[in-house]
């Protein structure tokens, strides 16, 4: 069996992880060439977007709450 891509994302203070599939984009109108978006940029997004992650200036975390106890 062939699946999809996917990138593996580990929260930076508890480890718990999860599954980000990245976004296929074509690169030109005809279709016929394509790739996986798979930027540090695009994935923050899904985890932001798709899984209510938060991002900050020092890593990615997997809640606010899990966010701040890495700061205290």
């Known amino acids: 069996m062939i699946y999809d891509?996917?990138?593996?994302?580990?929260?930076?203070?508890c480890k718990d992880t999860v599954s980000v599939e990245p976004d296929l984009e074509y690169t030109d109108y005809s279709g016929t060439t394509s790739h996986y978006d798979c930027s540090d940029s695009a994935i923050e997004k899904?985890?932001?977007?798709?899984h209510e992650?938060?991002?900050g200036d020092d890593g990615?975390?997997?809640s606010e709450a899990c966010k701040k106890d890495?700061?205290?």
């Open 60 to 62: 990615q975390y997997c």
């Open 5 to 13: 891509a996917t990138v593996e994302a580990e929260c930076d203070h």
């Open 70 to 72: 890495a700061e205290a």
């Open 53 to 55: 992650w938060v991002i």
């Open 46 to 50: 899904k985890l932001v977007d798709d």
